[in-house]
């Protein structure tokens, strides 16, 4: 009945009930729920409950944040359902005590005696006994069970990342197994058990009571875990029909893939997706596990690039940029070391941290990048500005700097290479709209920040300062030398370091390993990569030896690590004070693997992919350890255009293919490692154009600029060739149209525009911008082009010129010689007429006495026998119609209807038979045939004769005759009334040229 009613919260009608089956629900240790209480609150949410003996409500009073729409972080459960696998699944009841213990086992913590389990079957776990299942991917997310036994019965179910090895790190008395091996390493969660107490025993672990009516399935819906294992105890027997578990996240589409020949390569990129999605739930975490899970802001604008490739996750990294924006303003402009916070509580509340609290800057230029909106620049570069300001104020100390890093680089110089890096952004992006002094101010204060890192130089080879893998690798990065010469002294140090001969740099660590923290890891491979060093950089990621990306591949990771030395075969587990296996960080190497190795990027200059640079880096290592080098690599990225691929196969190094696939409405500048031997009679194709050899990203490179299509390069006998793409094929050619065009803004420009009656600028501008329109889209056919390049030169002609001005005249010429040099493409209809006026024409052109009436005259006559030319029409599906109907028996129909026919076959070979046939004329016999075909009349059942037709009632003209029956409409007949598609087809055959790109999918 239209009227409203109001449902506020209130102390008075609202009430509440603690004594229901949800005992807990902490957000980090679990849910504890008791299903015999299940009865007490049935139907507590439907008309009519009895809530007597339920309590009031008390208003809140203290601080609350603001309420605001959160679209672009929501968390959501994926659609799959992850069980538990075969491997290291089992269930124990009794330890063996280490020798040292007095029992008997090898290792150091003791050891579990398993019990093997069919984890596709049904479960029994008796009271003592204990169940290890292993689910197969580290993940965040819950478990689902379906259990039976007594009432009352509790059932704990507890997570963890890893079991225990039973050994000890001989290196750090807080590190190695917290307990026998094959139990779950909880350490690494909970600071070595100090939470333990504090948290009723029962740390990071659901609990779930029986009801004891036959098969029960709980799932704990208000709290998540990070985890791969997951052990099931009960205080008396019950049987497990089930488990499975969810993950959630908050990305949005997945954008990138990679895959490569190198299997560890291709698990670790996986790595880095999953550690994404685990910790990209509602703003970007640190990890998934422990009780902390906070929004850091130096792992965030690490780890950005990648992310960006990976999923859509423009609208959540907007919202952190949100918080971190908002925190600001309230903390002394300061975006602090994680958000949300409460600012001025503590060490990181407000406090401005090198490659942490820079992230308030390096997001927004990461999201401008990959979308080309500049909004993340006007929405936050005055808070940007006012942090830079704070930065620089602070002067040139930190407290983090390289976390965790095996190699201390001094906190100062990274304060200033990273002021350094935030100016060069912050100048780009006051660049990319307009801030001349912005662009000024940053320009400056990079060169104030570069001065003072340079004071650093004179530490190299004292292992101080900045002579480590992450303070070299950043002035590589930043220009932090003097000359070219100091440059390459800088690079032949980092090799030096990287090579760790008979381990004089790092003691613990392999030769040919990375010494990283956190602020080196975005720059470790594409440093060296730019600088000339990309086999070097190969070898760093195909490394599988302590401490490597591989060496946790190897030693079964599923997700990345929070530390190199997290666990090693050498030293088990590190130090438990900060022990996550699920941190997204170190995943940034994805970047690379997208950027560099299969060479997809943005254009810096052009964003968000309008412009695309592909450069394809190719393994040229040498094999050093057990992995085999990369020889294919297939990458894509579904940018807002569409989807960018970038496939190439190598020989010892060497290009052999390359594939490369450009989206519709983009372009793009492809860099391919080739020799310059190997271009020198390289021959150009639609779309592809060589453009010389050229340095770029530290290699010499062939240069080409490629339109939207796919595209098929190889190398053959030394030399590159290349075709187009099977599904693929050019666009229309676009010669004219944009030379009229050129002439037509020029037109525009001219001061004189402003004195040509009103009608004819409106009708002119109009011309213009479709032309535009026509040429920027790529689906634009030959038709859609000639027709707005003749619209618009006939817009031209009516501006009217000075007398004497052959200019317009010449612009006509060169359409028509195009159009000549094609001729055959045209109806004989109006060919003489055109040929006789461009004649004209150029006579006239040539004539240096010819009067402005002359010049117009010939233009004009010109211009009207171009406008009446038609293109043939299409007579292909005619054809076969009237082929179709020419098999029809005459004898097996009614005389009246063959007669129909035979007149509708008679019309359409006249139209066959006319040259000057329009396709409106085609279309309209090619209905008719069909129809008569359609409008047959059978004699009684009768079998259709297979004679000739001798009825002389009935000629066929042409010498045709009737043949066997066809009772199969041919697949290319038209049908009654296609009249639209026909015409299509026509126009597209009669265009020669590919318009809109199409691909067929693999």
């Known amino acids: ?64 944040g603001r309420l605001e729409a959160n679209s672009g972080a929501i968390a959501y459960v994926e659609e799959n359902k992850i069980h538990p696998i075969a491997k290291d699944s089992f269930k124990y009841s009794e330890v063996i005590e280490s020798k040292e213990n007095g029992g008997t086992s090898e290792y150091a913590t003791g050891e579990v005696v398993p019990i093997a389990v069919d984890v596709n079957q049904p479960i029994e776990i008796k009271k003592g006994e204990t169940l290890i299942l292993n689910i197969g991917q ?46 779950l390493y909880w350490a690494g969660l909970t600071d070595g058990g100090q939470f333990r107490e504090t948290l009723n025993d029962k740390p990071f672990a659901d609990r779930y009571y029986l009801d004891g009516e036959g098969q029960e399935t709980f ?46 390569v291709n698990k670790l990129f996986e790595n880095t997706k999953w550690s994404q999605k685990a910790n990209y739930i509602t703003l970007p975490t640190d990890c998934p596990n422990r009780a902390e899970r906070l929004g850091w802001t130096g792992d965030a604008q690490i780890f950005a690039p990648a992310a960006l490739y ?83 104020a602070k002067g040139y100390k930190c407290a983090l700097g390289d976390w965790v890093g095996f190699e201390k680089t001094d906190n100062s110089y990274m304060n200033a290479v990273y002021k350094v890096y935030c100016s060069q952004l912050m100048s780009k992006m006051a660049a990319a709209v307009g801030n001349q002094a912005m662009v000024e101010k940053y320009n400056g204060l990079e060169e104030q920040a570069r001065e003072y890192a340079k004071t650093y130089l004179d530490t190299i080879g004292t292992h101080k300062g900045m002579d480590t893998q992450t303070g070299i690798m950043w002035a590589l990065r930043a220009g932090i030398y003097n000359s070219e010469e100091q440059k390459q002294q800088l690079y032949d140090r980092l090799q030096e370091n990287i090579a760790n001969e008979d381990q004089s740099f790092r003691p613990t660590s392999s030769e040919n390993t990375i010494s990283i923290g956190f602020l080196g890891l975005n720059v470790v491979l594409s440093a060296i990569t730019e600088v000339g060093g990309a086999e070097s950089a190969y070898d760093l990621l195909l490394q599988d030896q302590y401490p490597s990306w591989l060496n946790q591949v190897k030693l079964g990771s599923t997700s990345m690590w929070e530390q190199w030395d997290g666990y090693s075969a050498e030293y088990s587990f590190g130090s438990s004070g900060m022990n996550s296996f699920n941190h997204y960080s170190y995943g940034i190497v994805s970047e690379w693997l997208y950027k560099y190795m299969a060479g997809i990027s943005a254009d810096e200059s052009n964003p968000g992919y309008k412009s695309i640079v592909l450069q394809p880096t190719m ?58 031997d190997a271009v020198a009679e390289f021959e150009n194709i639609d779309g592809v154009t060589y453009k010389g050899m050229e340095e770029h990203n530290g290699l010499m490179t062939a240069k080409f600029n490629l339109e939207a299509g796919g595209y098929n390069f190889a190398i053959t006998d030394g030399k590159l060739t290349v075709s187009m793409a099977d599904g693929y094929v050019a666009m229309a050619d676009r ?67 000075v007398a ?52 117009d005259e010939a233009e004009n006559n010109l211009l009207n026998a171009m406008l009446n030319l038609r ?132």
């Open 219 to 264: 799932t704990p819906n208000f709290t998540w875990h990070g985890y791969q294992y997951v052990e099931i105890t009960a205080t008396e027997d019950i049987t497990l029909y089930d488990l499975y578990a969810e993950d959630i996240t908050s990305v949005g589409e997945e954008r990138g893939f990679i895959e490569t020949s190198n299997a560890d």
């Open 619 to 676: 393994d040229t290592g040498t094999q050093y350890n057990s992995e085999e080098r990369i020889n294919y690599v297939n990458g894509s990225y579904d940018s807002a255009y569409g989807e960018i691929e970038s496939n190439w196969t190598s020989d010892e190094g060497n290009l052999s293919t390359y594939e490369a696939v450009v989206p519709a409405n983009t372009t793009a500048t492809l860099y391919l490692p080739v020799s310059e």
């Open 804 to 855: 004497g001005d052959k200019d317009s005249l010449s612009l006509v010429i060169q359409a028509a010689d195009e159009i000549n040099a094609d001729l055959d493409r045209y109806v004989e209809a109006g060919k003489a007429e055109f040929t006789t006026a461009l004649d004209a024409a150029k006579t006239v052109y040539n004539n240096g006495d010819a009067m402005q009436a002359e010049i």
């Open 871 to 1002: 293109f043939k029409a299409d007579k292909s599906i005619l054809e076969d119609v009237v082929a179709e109907a020419i098999g029809k028996d005459a004898n097996a129909y009614t005389a009246e209807s063959y007669a129909v026919l035979t007149a509708a076959i008679n019309n359409a070979n006249a139209v066959l038979a006319d040259e000057n046939a329009t396709q409106d004329e085609v279309d309209t016999a090619v209905a008719n045939v069909q129809t008569a075909i359609d409008g047959l009349v059978a004699v009684d059942e009768t079998t259709p004769s297979t004679a000739p037709n001798t009825d002389p009632d009935h000629p066929v003209e042409q010498g045709t005759q009737t043949g066997q029956e066809s009772t199969t409409t041919k697949a290319t007949a038209a049908k009654t009334g296609d009249f639209a598609p026909i015409a299509g087809i026509a126009v597209l055959a009669a265009a020669g040229a590919a318009l809109a790109i199409s691909r067929k999918k693999k």
């Open 138 to 183: 580290n993940i965040a997310g819950y478990n689902t069970i379906t259990v039976s036994g007594p009432a009352g019965t509790q059932v704990d179910v507890r997570q963890a990342e890893m079991l225990n090895d039973g050994n000890l790190n001989p290196t750090d008395k807080q590190g190695g197994s917290c307990g026998p091996k094959g139990t």
């Open 310 to 392: 990976h999923y859509d996750v423009t609208a959540f990294l907007s919202i952190y940029n949100d918080m971190m924006d908002d925190f600001a303003k309230r903390s002394d402009n300061a975006y602090g070391t994680f958000v949300p916070t409460t600012p001025g509580k503590g060490f990181f509340g407000g406090t401005i941290e090198t490659g942490w609290s820079d992230a308030g800057v390096i997001i927004p230029w990461n999201l401008y990048q990959t979308t080309g909106d500049t909004s993340y620049i006007t929405k936050y570069y005055d808070q940007m500005d006012a942090y830079m300001d704070a930065y620089f």
């Open 1 to 64: 009945d239209g009227t409203k009613q109001i449902i506020d919260s209130n102390t008075q009608d609202w009430k509440s009930f603690d004594n229901g089956p949800l005992i807990d629900n902490d957000f980090f240790n679990g849910v504890e729920y008791d299903a015999r209480k299940e009865a007490s609150v049935e139907g507590w949410n439907t008309v009519g409950f009895d809530d007597s003996s339920w309590d009031g409500v008390a208003q809140f009073t203290g601080k609350v």
């Open 735 to 801: 010669g004219i149209i944009n030379k009229v065009i050129a002439y037509a803004e020029k037109e525009l420009a001219d001061p004189e525009f402003n004195n040509v009656i009103p009608s004819v600028q409106e009708s002119f501008k109009a011309a213009l911008e479709n032309a535009k329109e026509v040429v920027a889209n790529a689906a634009s056919t030959e038709e859609d082009i000639y027709s707005a390049w003749t619209t618009l030169l006939n817009e031209i002609h009516k501006l009217g010129f």
